[in-house]
């Protein structure tokens, strides 16, 4: 069966270091996404992108880098870690318009703490 | 700016009762709406949908509702049961392949 898996499911590191969390998806989908989940915010959009070599910045891309070298990866690269970017992170993945419906897939997400 | 708002941080309903979640949205260029139902500890998983050309949608237990003209759509699960307690996502997309825009959530405790 098609899936989308997240490592690691949980992470500690210490502030400043460079942390890459991975994102992989097996539904051959062109939109891939990035979001983080914190109390009274919901799910904010980090970064996306719509095929191999594309991306782009979401509503809080600040600190936090992606690639896409391939279909199936979309790793999230977090420059240098700070405590405010301690949060749950979830990876999404969709069809483009037209090759399927709309809704998103996700994984089962990383809860990471900076500390 | 928020454009997809979900007023309701919380919301309690009695098993067997419906539970009514809703969603206002700023966006006039929104034209598909989701839903995505959250358990702790787990990914969002989708759950029902509407195009803008629909003004309802049924699936099972659940239905979603537009309203186009208020700008706000709502989510009806009848009847309620405990298994449905988790966090209720809005979500709403323009034309073309935008990334969704989600509300901050609502939790439904459906008590027994």
């Known amino acids: 069966d098609a899936e989308i898996t997240q490592s690691p499911r949980h992470k500690i590191t210490e502030t400043g270091r460079q942390v890459t969390l991975a994102c992989h998806q097996t539904w051959n989908h062109n939109n891939m996404f990035w979001y983080r989940q914190d109390l009274g915010h919901g799910l904010r959009l980090i970064h996306y992108s719509y095929g191999v070599q594309d991306t782009n910045k979401g509503e809080v891309s600040d600190g936090y880098s992606v690639s896409r070298s391939n279909t199936e990866d979309l790793p999230l690269t977090l420059e240098s870690a700070a405590s405010s970017q301690t949060s749950v992170y979830f990876c999404?993945?969709?069809?483009?318009?037209?090759?399927?419906?709309?809704?998103?897939?996700f994984g089962p997400g990383t809860r990471l703490t900076v500390t | 700016d928020q454009q997809v708002k979900q007023n309701s941080p919380s919301l309690s309903v009695q098993e067997g009762r419906i539970s009514i979640l809703n969603c206002d949205y700023t966006n006039s260029m929104f034209d598909y709406f989701l839903w995505y139902k959250k358990y702790p500890a787990e990914g969002p998983t989708f759950l029902i949908s509407?195009?803008?050309?629909?003004d309802k949608n049924e699936d099972g237990r659940f239905t979603v509702f537009l309203n186009k003209s208020a700008k706000h759509l709502s989510l009806h699960i009848v009847p309620s049961q405990p298994g449905d307690s988790a966090v209720y996502f809005c979500?709403?997309?323009?034309?073309?392949?935008?990334?969704?825009?989600f509300g901050k959530g609502t939790r439904l405790s459906v008590i027994a």
């Open positions: 979500a709403a997309s323009a034309l073309g392949n935008t990334p969704l825009v």
């Open positions: 509407i195009s803008s050309i629909k």
């Open positions: 999404a993945s969709s069809y483009l318009p037209g090759q399927g419906s709309y809704e998103q897939y």
